[in-house]
């Protein structure tokens, strides 16, 4: 698969969460429009050579910054696109890698050297904290920017 | 104010609360919540209006004249449910606007709340597996690895629905639909290349992304005591997600 077809994966992603956060049927399409604009703008940051937690905060900023104006011309409440469409984000490689990592330390033999699991366990876990972190933050961003115009 | 004579003290109040549980219980953050509480009671004649929100409980004084009244209520968490946040919003600006009547306002909120249609459990259960795919094909799964998260996510799914309904908590659905999610996915690892990419989605549908993401959103604006008490449910979520996958992983290799 062409590598930036897979930014289009974003959608069927996006979808199946706004189903299950109840998000209106006439929202849907711009909900996974959103998210393949996330998935693609952090795909193009990181094949420019940016590192993934500066790509994933400004492809988050541009889902929250898109889904304000969104939804102020619409009058709908912004976080039901931006909650759904920021989901393909979520790192779930860098999760399941510290998962594996902390269950190979749990299965080591007693005495037994951790230092290079516990490494990989230590690194996955704290790449994966703070691209939910920058992922949540540009989500916020907006209100943060400018607090009145809250909608 | 025409208001105040429609419409009394003790009403104002209770509407106002009944506003609050529907923002805070649909997903809404503390600000959200806050607000909407305090708009509804302005746009219906108090003149000062305090509010307090907890995780568990929600409270305001509202003053209207020489009156005043406190109520305190418990504001049990429920489901997500953005379409019914989306209504209370457009129903709070239509009443500020004066474009409703406070009694018009007051059903069409009750209605929100009592029936907002939902999405069938098993249309969820289809497009949660198909979006856990499409989380395989994002980490560079090939097409059986895409397959494979899509079934064991949806078995995943449905099993968290029966379990949520049994009134189970947070961290023992986890635990139990990360465990299907993975052993399924790890079960037939073999047909496709990219296991880890499929075991890694497989358990995706469980990410608590609206705590996660109304957790910062409360501690980014100074509400410091919710949005901890949301991440630490969001954690423990995750935790449950972490316990599940590594028996699973244990038992499948």
Request: proline fraction near 5%; charge should be positive.
């Amino acid at each position: 698969m062409a590598h930036w077809l897979i930014c289009l994966w974003g959608a069927p992603a996006a979808l199946g969460f706004a189903l299950l956060f109840n998000v209106p049927p006439r929202v849907l399409p711009a909900c996974c429009a959103m998210a393949v604009l996330a998935v693609g703008v952090r795909y193009a940051i990181v094949t420019a050579g940016g590192d993934l937690v500066m790509a994933t905060l400004v492809a988050a900023s541009a889902v929250g910054i898109v889904a304000q104006a969104w939804a102020r011309r619409l009058r709908h409440v912004s976080v039901i696109y931006a909650i759904s469409a920021a989901i393909p984000l979520v790192p779930g490689v860098l999760m399941y890698h510290a998962v594996q990592a902390m269950l190979r330390i749990a299965a080591l033999p007693n005495n037994a050297p951790g230092g290079a699991l516990l490494e990989e366990a230590g690194v996955n876990a704290i790449r994966a904290a703070m691209v939910v972190l920058a992922l949540t933050i540009g989500i916020a961003a907006p209100r943060l920017l400018w607090p009145h115009r809250h909608g | 104010m025409s208001t105040e004579a429609e419409i009394s003290l003790a009403q104002v109040t209770h509407l106002a609360l009944q506003i609050g549980l529907l923002a805070h219980s649909c997903g809404g953050d503390t600000a959200r919540t806050s607000a909407a509480m305090q708009r509804c009671a302005t746009a219906l004649g108090a003149h000062r209006v305090d509010t307090v929100v907890s995780s568990l409980n929600l409270g305001l004084t509202l003053e209207m004249g020489v009156q005043r009244e406190t109520a305190l209520r418990k504001a049990p968490h429920m489901g997500v449910n953005f379409r019914a946040l989306n209504a209370l919003e457009r129903a709070l600006t239509a009443l500020e606007a004066g474009r409703i009547s406070p009694a018009a306002f007051k059903s069409w909120t009750e209605q929100i709340a009592a029936d907002t249609p939902r999405y069938p459990p098993w249309l969820i259960v289809v497009f949660v597996g198909i979006a856990c795919g499409g989380f395989a094909a994002l980490f560079h799964g090939d097409l059986a690895a895409i397959a494979l998260t899509t079934v064991a996510s949806a078995i995943g799914m449905a099993t968290r629905q029966a379990l949520v309904k049994r009134g189970l908590q947070p961290l023992m659905f986890a635990t139990a639909a990360a465990f299907v999610a993975t052993l399924i996915t790890g079960a037939g690892h073999a047909l496709t290349s990219t296991p880890d990419a499929a075991l890694a989605a497989c358990v995706l549908f469980l990410i608590p992304g609206v705590p996660l993401i109304n957790g910062t959103s409360d501690l980014l604006q100074g509400n410091y005591l919710n949005g901890n008490v949301r991440l630490t449910m969001a954690i423990v979520i995750i935790v449950g997600i972490a316990i599940g996958m590594s028996l699973a992983l244990r038992m499948v290799g």
